[in-house]
Nanobody, 124 residues
Framework: QVQLEESGGGLVQAGGSLRLSCAASGRTFSVYRMGWFRQAPGKEREFVAAISWRGRSTHYTDSVKGRFTISGDNAKNTMYLQMNSLRPEDTARYYC?????????????????WGQGTQVTVSS
């Protein structure tokens, strides 16, 4: 099993920045693909960004390209999401996810493990 714990959410004004962290524990050697999803009230969970540890490939949804950066620290088993130029429409609960099986970074069904989420609220 792999446990994921997010942190770093909060309230920020539009144009501000936040850095989310996702700490992985347990059988972390089995996980080499991770991602961030978000869910706003009344909306479906949507893909934000993903990273493959081995190839160091990254993926982003169009709305965050140029504003968000996903990265990871293998030694700390931690993934980050640096969010800049935040907008009110970025307000959501952000979830960390990990995959050790067939993976399509944009599809939540291909992730095996999920954290509890951290709330990000951007005021206008």
């Amino acid at each position: 099993q792999v446990q994921l714990e997010e942190s770093g959410g909060g309230l920020v004004q539009a144009g501000g920045s936040l850095r989310l962290s996702c700490a992985a524990s347990g059988r972390t050697f089995s996980v080499y693909r991770m991602g961030w999803f978000r869910q706003a009230p009344g909306k479906e969970r949507e893909f934000v960004a993903a990273i493959s540890w081995r190839g160091r490939s990254t993926h982003y949804t169009d709305s965050v390209k140029g504003r968000f950066t996903i990265s990871g620290d293998n030694a700390k088993n931690t993934m980050y999401l640096q969010m800049n130029s935040l907008r009110p429409e970025d307000t959501a609960r952000y979830y960390c996810a990990a995959s050790n099986s067939n993976w399509n970074p944009r599809y939540s069904s291909t992730y095996n493990y999920w954290g509890q989420g951290t709330q990000v609220t951007v005021s206008s």
